[in-house]
């Protein structure tokens, strides 16, 4: 603000004596600014009109009383700064509104009264700009230090580069050591980026704006990812004089960038994968009120025809069958008990058809601890399985019913052969040699005991009623059996019998056990064509977990009966068949083929097992485990 | 009359087989076993062989081998206990093939079997 057209004024002249009050008037009214004319007690002498706003914005300030309101502020603060004597300028506030304050000391006559000019001329408008610049520049600081952008300029004709602070340390550098050029900076790009760096560049220059350009630079060895947004200024003739932007460090995001995608393709070949896979993959979730299905792969879609968004509305009651509720309860079940399962039901297809189906339920755990609440399903349609299965079923009972009845054919005809034969023979005999036919007789009928023998055995191996079992002293049972062999078997025999096994007791049924030790006695001694040691010892054997696995055993307590023979042995395919009805190596009359699998069979069915073990020429050794119970 | 050799391993079988032979004349050596069937072959002269198929040992199949397999023309008849139409049968079919003359099945009348004999011996 000027203040020359006080300076202008020459308080020595005369004509200036009369003429100055009429000259300050005009003046006070002519200045465009609030200005007052105070007497040193302060006391209002003139103002002109602007300023009587400011006058009347505290107090009615009246001329001929002292001054109050802004302006005694005013005249206060000059006096502080000059003691009054010399002229002031400041700028002072009111309210809202800004002014630019000129105050000076005027004596009109030698002997006049000193007098003080203030002149308030409003800066309001240049001073809210100036604030507004300032305080969006402070934003902008503040953002780009949040952000941590860096902010560059390049000034194209003298290729001055300014960087924000912020900008070295992006590229870990110092102001001091690096001097920001074109140049300079290029040598930062990471090789490979050099020439796509450059092309951003040549874009700047063609007055492009950059949005989201990036490219590599190595700092200190390490590879980061930089983006720049930039545009370019022009000036006011439109031509453009420099570029100007952020810079940003996006190497974490790269990363996580690369990392999404390496998910997401993981995410696409699990996906390809499960939709390759033969077997139909339904993942359901049990977090709403219902199951709802998750996904469905390729060989669910084509088994139900039922894709995922069509059977996530219904969830499973599209694939319920009418008639086959119950199992699917099951199913319903095992979710809601976070547990899995193996089902086989009926599953209807969207076209209303149905299928026999193998579902397999298994909870996914993602919290250790906690229920699940998704599950894997995985489904095939065994309907063809099954009629195989069946097939193969009746064809193996077809060929276990042939081999059954052409073992039992071959022994009765066997035994009818001498009944017949004999029985012909000795009408003709009766009188003219009844010794031989006595003979004959006692063949017939021996043949037909045989006959019997025969026929019992079948009969036991076919039944199909489980015979009552109870716990028994096992070594008293196993003694009785032994006693009851030992006229059966040939002279040539012995049995070295061991028992000890004092007190245990096994669930077994009396007559089974004397079956099965008769059945692997005579086994034994017939290996040994009748002339021979057979050791038969019962025993107990408490099983390791590591000797019970070995067997397929539970660990604990059992009852072993070993049958040992040193005869001929039986070699692998033998021994892979000597469990099977009918199978034997015997004499024709000697056995039925049927005493191994009858054994077999009667000690699994006390929760046992049957085992041989066996080296042609050398012997073979049976040998009997039996579950060890309490007495009763 | 004819010098027979039998070979069967049960001594009922053999026993009525022998004497339904021996009814009409004919002299039989016995053998339990298609080993001391071929044994007592070598020893001896026989006018044919009556054989069971299913025996210990050496069966009557591996006998027939035997015998053929040196060029021994022997009439064989050879008794099966099978029944014609059950899986072990096919030990009967295949006597024939290895050079049976005749296979007849048990349980057998004494006419079946002198026929039989008869018919190998007048060949």
Redesign the interface.
């Known amino acids: 603000m000027t203040t020359s057209a006080a300076a202008a004024f020459d308080t020595d002249a005369p004509a200036l004596r009369e003429f100055d009050r009429l000259t300050a008037q005009a003046l006070l009214k002519a200045m465009p600014s609030a200005a007052v004319v105070l007497d040193a007690a302060g006391t209002l002498i003139a103002h002109n009109v602007p300023a009587v706003d400011l006058l009347q914005t505290h107090v009615l300030a009246v001329v001929g009383k002292p001054i109050e309101g802004p302006f005694r502020i005013m005249a206060e603060r000059a006096r502080r700064m000059t003691g009054g004597d010399a002229p002031a300028s400041f700028e002072h506030a009111v309210g809202n509104s800004w002014y630019h304050i000129v105050t000076y000391p005027v004596r009109a006559r030698e002997d006049g009264p000193a007098l003080q000019i203030i002149a308030a001329a409003d800066i309001s408008p240049q001073k809210h700009a100036e604030f507004e610049i300032r305080e969006s520049e402070a934003r902008l600081e503040e953002a780009t230090r949040i952000a941590q952008l860096g902010t560059y300029k390049l000034q194209w004709d003298t290729e001055a580069v300014q960087w924000s602070p912020h900008m070295y340390v992006i590229h870990g550098l110092s102001p001091d050591t690096f001097p920001a050029t074109p140049e300079s900076y290029l040598e930062l790009v990471h090789p490979e980026d050099r020439e796509l760096y450059e092309g951003y560049r040549r874009n700047q220059f063609e007055g492009k704006a950059l949005h989201g350009a990036e490219y590599r630079i190595v700092r200190k060895g390490a590879v980061r990812w930089l983006r720049l947004d930039g545009r370019v200024l022009f000036d006011a003739d439109g031509e453009p004089y420099a570029s100007f932007g952020t810079c940003q460090d996006i190497t974490e995001g790269k990363q996580r960038e690369q990392e999404l995608k390496n998910l997401l393709r993981r995410n696409a070949i699990l996906y390809e994968a499960l939709d390759a896979s033969p077997i139909g993959v339904a993942v359901v979730t049990t977090e709403g009120p219902r199951p709802e299905v998750f996904y469905v792969n390729a060989e669910f879609e084509r088994l139900t025809g039922y894709k995922t968004y069509s059977l996530a509305k219904r969830s499973f009651a599209a694939l319920q069958a009418e008639d086959d509720r119950g199992e699917w309860e099951n199913v319903f079940r095992a979710l809601a008990t976070s547990s899995g399962g193996s089902f086989e039901l009926k599953c209807l297809r969207r076209d209303g058809t149905s299928f026999l189906a193998n579902l397999q339920v298994a909870p996914v755990r993602d919290h250790p601890g906690r229920d699940a609440t998704v599950f894997v399903f995985n489904i095939r349609d065994i309907t063809e399985d099954r009629q195989r299965a069946e097939l193969l079923l009746q064809s193996q009972k077809m060929?276990a019913l042939?081999?059954l009845?052409?073992?039992v054919?071959?022994?009765i005809?066997?035994?009818?052969?001498?009944?017949?034969?004999?029985s012909?023979?000795g009408q003709?005999l009766i009188d003219s040699d009844p010794a031989k036919v006595r003979k004959?007789f006692e063949?017939i009928a021996?043949?037909g005991r045989k006959a019997r023998d025969v026929v019992r055995q079948v009969l036991t191996f076919a039944r199909r009623d489980v015979p009552q079992l109870a716990a028994y002293p096992i070594a008293v049972l196993v003694s009785d059996a032994i006693n009851l062999l030992h006229s059966g078997l040939s002279p040539g025999t012995r049995l070295n019998v061991t028992i000890d096994a004092d007190g245990a007791h096994a669930v077994v049924n009396p007559t089974q056990v004397s079956q099965v030790v008769l059945n692997l006695v005579k086994n034994a001694a017939d290996a040994m064509h009748g002339a021979g040691t057979v050791d038969v010892a019962l025993m107990l054997a408490d099983l390791d977990q590591a000797a019970a696995a070995a067997l397929s055993l539970q660990p604990g307590r059992w009852i072993t009966l070993r049958v040992i023979d040193r005869g001929c042995g039986m070699d692998t395919y033998t021994l892979s068949r000597v469990f099977e009805p009918f199978f034997t190596?015997?004499?024709?009359?000697k056995g039925t083929g049927l005493g191994l699998s009858v054994a077999y069979s009667i000690v699994m069915g006390w929760g046992g097992l049957l085992k041989l073990e066996s080296e042609v020429d050398k012997g073979t050794t049976a040998m009997v485990y039996i579950p060890a119970a309490s007495a009763p | 009359m004819a010098h027979i050799l039998l070979v069967e391993d049960s001594p009922e079988v053999s026993l009525s087989v022998r004497e339904i032979l021996a009814s009409v004349g004919h002299t039989v050596e016995e053998a339990a076993s298609g080993k001391e069937g071929l044994k007592r072959l070598r020893a001896g002269k026989f006018d044919a062989i009556v054989s069971d198929i299913w025996m210990p040992e050496m069966d009557g199949i591996a006998l027939l081998k035997e015998i053929r397999g040196a060029g021994n023309e022997i009439p064989v008849v050879v008794i099966s206990g099978g029944a014609p139409n059950a899986p072990l049968t096919y030990t009967a079919p295949l006597a024939a093939t290895f050079g049976a003359n005749i296979v007849i099945y048990k349980p057998f009348e004494k006419a079946e079997l002198l026929k039989a004999i008869d018919s190998v011996l007048a060949d």
């Open positions: 060929e042939g081999q009845s052409g073992g054919a071959h022994e005809n066997n035994l009818l052969q001498p009944v017949l034969a004999l012909e023979l003709d004959y063949v021996s043949s190596t015997k004499l024709a009359g």
